[in-house]
T-cell receptor
Framework: EAGVAQSPRYKIIEKRQSVAFWCNPI?????LYWYQQILGQGPKLLIQ????????DSQLPKDRFSAERLKGVDSTLKIQPAKLEDSAVYLC?????????????FGSGTRLTVV | TQLLEQSPQFLSIQEGENLTVYCNSS?????LQWYRQEPGEGPVLLVT?????EVKKLKRLTFQFGDARKDSSLHITAAQTGDTGLYLC??????????????FGQGTILTVHP
């Protein structure tokens, strides 16, 4: 089966600019996650979708980050305006469900550098 | 938010050696997963352990879930250069407002030298 697709792979922007990332999960996976992984750290959950509804966005900096999954399939994550500390890898993951037996399938991520 | 502490943070060994990575928390998890991540790629699921005391083997890798479901270990026998990577443990919250949420440890960077 095809994996989780993310684009772009790399992005370099100046601070205060805007950026958007795209994710297409595995077909049929109802649950979609966006994670932020800063170099040397484990991934941190930003937002979790179940179909097109938000389940958990408690750690999403809502003053600058937004995400949507309008048709319950692919998703976009936007940062506006970007700060230097937003430099990180943004990982999208999907799973068949949110129960404890479900593992996550991750995409390759988008490496964002804010200069 | 439940925290997972992994140790060691860095591990540099020679091919053929054995190693153990630990994942500890003061909180109980309903299940725990181990992932391996290579540079430029996303984490890949290795195993899920659910029952306290459970032991799972994946070729040269042995995973154990603590009896109290608060800790886990990953043991690699006769490490190979292909084992090099970032190893992440992730626990699924057992209760509270974050029930079901997957929390990642900070990772262990393993380097196996030929």
């Amino acid at each position: 089966e095809a994996g989780v697709a993310q684009s772009p792979r790399y992005k370099i922007i100046e601070k205060r600019q805007s950026v958007a990332f795209w994710c297409n999960p595995i077909s049929g996976h109802a649950t979609l996650y966006w994670y932020q992984q800063i170099l040397g750290q484990g991934p941190k959950l930003l937002i979790q979708f179940q179909n097109n509804g938000v389940v958990d966005d408690s750690q999403l900096p809502k003053d600058r980050f937004s995400a949507e999954r309008l048709k319950g399939v692919d998703s976009t994550l936007k940062i506006q305006p970007a700060k230097l500390e937003d430099s990180a890898v943004y990982l999208c993951a999907s799973s068949q469900g949110s129960g404890q037996d479900y593992g996550y399938t991750f995409g390759s991520g988008t490496r964002l550098t804010v200069v | 938010t439940q925290l997972l502490e992994q140790s060691p943070q860095f591990l540099s060994i020679q091919e053929g050696e054995n190693l153990t990575v630990y994942c500890n928390s003061s909180s109980v998890f309903s299940s725990l997963q181990w992932y391996r991540q290579e540079p430029g790629e996303g984490p890949v699921l290795l195993v899920t352990v659910v029952t306290g005391g459970e032991v799972k083997k994946l070729k040269r890798l042995t995973f154990q879930f603590g009896d109290a479901r608060k800790d886990s270990s990953l043991h690699i026998t006769a490490a190979q250069t292909g084992d090099t990577g970032l190893y992440l443990c992730a626990g699924r919250n057992a209760g509270g407002t974050s029930y079901g949420k997957l929390t990642f440890g900070q990772g262990t960077i393993l380097t196996v030298h030929p």
